[in-house]
Structure formats: structure tokens, C-alpha cells
């Protein structure tokens, strides 16, 4: 049997920068990494992470 030990979902956003503040700001998760030139990030909350993968383009929550 698969064992999953953190669940985490990836968002499009686009910036990362932002979307890591909206998330640390509003909903008290930890701005734990960004990589520039992947432009992606993560922000984990107790045992669950958003991961943040940038975008180009219209914002996806439009």
C-alpha cells in the first residue's frame, strides 16, 4: 500500500512572489522556498503544502 506523508496541491499562479505572501498574509502558511529559475515555490501548513508553479499569460482565477 502507497503511503502519502505530506498531501500538497499545485496552483498555477502569476508570480510566485506574490501568491507566497498571499498565503503566508491571509492564511498564516510558511514561505519555505522559491526557485527563480523554475519559477516555482512552495508553502507548507502543518503537514500540507501548496506548491506554486508560475505562469504565463491570464491570471487562472479569472
Known sequence: MIKFSQPFVALPVPSVVEAQ???RD???FEVRWHNKGGRIGGVPH?????FLPEIEGED???
Open 21 to 23: 505572501g498571499w498565503y
Open 60 to 62: 487562472p482565477a479569472q
Open 46 to 50: 502543518g503537514e500540507a503544502a501548496v
Open 26 to 28: 491571509r492564511l498564516g
